[in-house]
C-alpha cells in the first residue's frame, strides 16, 4: 500500500491527462533520467504524443510552484534541483501518459522494472476508481440539492398558504370585534 501511496503522489495531471514525469519514473526503476530517456528515444516511434510529451517551460514552472506549495513535493524538489546545469534547468522534463508508462515495460526489461511497472499500473487503476467515486458522490449531491430546492418550494407554498389563513383569521377577527353602528336591540 506505501507503493501505491509513493506512487500516487507522482501523478500530475497537466495538459487534462494524468501524467508521470521522467525523474519520477527512473526514480521508481531505479535508474538514471538519463538513461531512461536515451531507452525512449531509442525506441520513440512506441511513444506518440499522447503517450508521452515535453512539458513547456510554463508548464515546468507551474508545476514546480504547486508542489513547492503541497506538502509532499519532494520528488519534484529533488528533480529540480538536480536538473540544473550552469544557466537554469537543461532539459524540460518528459511526461508520460498511462499508455506511455505501459510501452516503458515493453522497452525496460529488469525485474524492477517490470514489477514497478506492475504497481504503476495498478495505481492508475486505483487513481482511476476513486475518481470514479467522487463522480458518483458528486452526482448523488447534485440530486440531494434538486430535491432540497423541491422541498425549498413547497415549504414556501405551505408558509404562504398559512400566512393566508391567519391573516383571513385575523380579517374575521377584526371584523367581528368591530364597534357596531346604528341602532342596538336593548331586548
Do not use: C
Not at 487534462?16 to 526503476?29: F, I, N, P, S
Request: charged fraction near 35%; proline fraction near 1%.
Amino acid at each position: 500500500m506505501q507503493i501505491i501511496q509513493s506512487i500516487q503522489n507522482r501523478i500530475y495531471e497537466i495538459r487534462g491527462e494524468r501524467v508521470m514525469l521522467d525523474k519520477d519514473l527512473a526514480d521508481l526503476y531505479e535508474t538514471e533520467t538519463k538513461r531512461l530517456k536515451e531507452a525512449v528515444n531509442r525506441n520513440i516511434k512506441r511513444f506518440p504524443s499522447d503517450f508521452m510529451f515535453q512539458l513547456t517551460k510554463e508548464e515546468f514552472e507551474g508545476l514546480r510552484f504547486q508542489t513547492e506549495t503541497s506538502k509532499n513535493g519532494d520528488s519534484l524538489r529533488t528533480q529540480i534541483a538536480t536538473s540544473k546545469g550552469r544557466g537554469g534547468s537543461r532539459y524540460l522534463p518528459y511526461a508520460f501518459t498511462e499508455q506511455g508508462v505501459a510501452m516503458l515495460s515493453g522497452i525496460l526489461n529488469s525485474d524492477k522494472a517490470i514489477n514497478m511497472n506492475i504497481a504503476i499500473m495498478r495505481t492508475f487503476v486505483e487513481v482511476r476508481k476513486v475518481l470514479l467515486k467522487q463522480s458518483d458522490l458528486k452526482v448523488q449531491l447534485k440530486e440531494i440539492r434538486d430535491r432540497l430546492g423541491e422541498h425549498d418550494a413547497q415549504l414556501n407554498q405551505i408558509y404562504d398558504a398559512m400566512e393566508n389563513l391567519l391573516d383571513e383569521k385575523a380579517a374575521e377577527r377584526k371584523w367581528n370585534d368591530r364597534e357596531r353602528v346604528g341602532f342596538k336591540n336593548s331586548s
